[in-house]
């Protein structure tokens, strides 16, 4: 059978979806989370299976899943042997999802969990991506909001990936997508941008995000900048151009100021500047030499991680019901696998 038309067929009121949830010490949140999925869920008419990757949580996260995993054999953990980072959890959920569909959806409840229904209403009339892009930012600061609606403008402006403006990781793909996503094995993964690579017929949902109900986030703004100088390089080489420009623009005008200097010399007799004048100038080209040699780094820094060839993440265990690993959505009961590299 032609793939396409296998993926076509596959589609149905009844095809079973996958929730990827990635995890990190949010043991206070999980029972909100639950609270609220589970009704959404229950109404879908179809089979279903959440799949929480704990991504090295301290907190007691992990146990409160396998508490909940004897008896609902509908939830999986896939536990990871340390805190690999959310790129790497999500991978991990997306490998291990079973589903015709597959939604990504944060534990912290700001992506509200009601909208999955209209999501599959989307994926069932042809999209194989359902963006949800956000529409507000409640809880957030002016300055974090400010930000990021300049980051994903100039991504968008240095990138030749288009990358969606203002949305997360919360979206639905469909199994064509998630497979076309997995054979990308990059190890620096900028998982926005890798979603945005693959393409395919893509729909929008604008959606309000809420505050985090409980607990508090994990991202500072050191991670964030981070993520951003992560995304700019991943996606575009236009930093390195931006030195190369910079250096060009900063020789020149040394080159005029220095003519400028011997023609007064010359003409009108003047003495030359004193140390301000140099200090000056030398601070300003040294900090010029300082980022270029910065923005290069990173980009040899990224390939000299690539060369090493070391897995995106490694799974302590793998955790599930036996009677979900019987069920139609799974395959063969899965016994804690431990320590797999991928």
Known sequence: MNRDLEYSVRRTDKSPISLVVPVFNERMMLPLFFDRVLPVLATLNRRYEIVLVDDGSED??????????????????????????????????????????VIVLDADLQDPPEQIPAMIERWQSGAHVVLMQRRSRCG???????????YYRLLNRTSRTDIPVDTGDFRLMSRKAVDALLTLKERNRYM????????????VIQYDREPRAAGETKWDYPGLVGLALEGLTSFSVSPLRWATMIGLIAASIGGVFGLWIVAKALMLGDATSGYPSLVAIISFLGGIQLVSIGIVGEYVGKTYLEAKQRPVYLTDEVVENPVGARSQIGEKPVEARRVKAV
């Open 60 to 101: 007691g996260s992990a146990g409160y899943v396998r508490s909940l995993i004897a008896h609902d054999p509908d939830i999986r953990l896939v536990k990871l042997s340390r805190n690999f980072g959310k790129e790497a959890a999500v991978t991990a959920g997306l490998e291990h999802a079973r589903g015709e569909a």
């Open 140 to 150: 957030e600061t002016v300055f974090k909001r400010w930000s990021a609606h300049l």
């Open 192 to 203: 926005k941008g890798l979603f945005a690579w693959i393409g395919m017929p893509t729909q």
